[in-house]
């Protein structure tokens, strides 16, 4: 039995938000795996924030675990993961 090349996929043919990624618009080097970081009240600040923007993650996650009661800082850090 022979076994056929696996299809080399590029980053167009994964998504079609993969060109949109921060780590892209940064203008990194392309890579095959994504990053994805948990957002919560540790990385509250916005410079936090672009910190691992600039460290190439991918997505934030929202960790609503711990924001029970606080509306107000919820949607700062879904504001400040927005930017």
């Not at 080097?29 to 410079?47: D, F, L, Q």
């Not at 711990?66 to 800082?73: D, V």
Request: glycine share 10%.
């Amino acid at each position: 039995m022979t076994r056929t090349p696996a299809a080399v996929t590029t980053p167009a043919e994964v998504g079609r938000h993969s060109d949109r990624s921060p780590s892209r618009l940064l203008g990194t080097v392309s890579r095959r795996a994504r990053i994805v970081s948990t957002v919560g009240p540790a990385t509250h600040p916005y410079e936090c924030n672009w910190s691992l923007v600039e460290a190439g993650m991918d997505m934030a996650r929202l960790d609503c675990a711990r924001l029970r009661g606080r509306r107000l800082m919820h949607g700062a850090t879904g504001e400040g993961s927005r930017r």
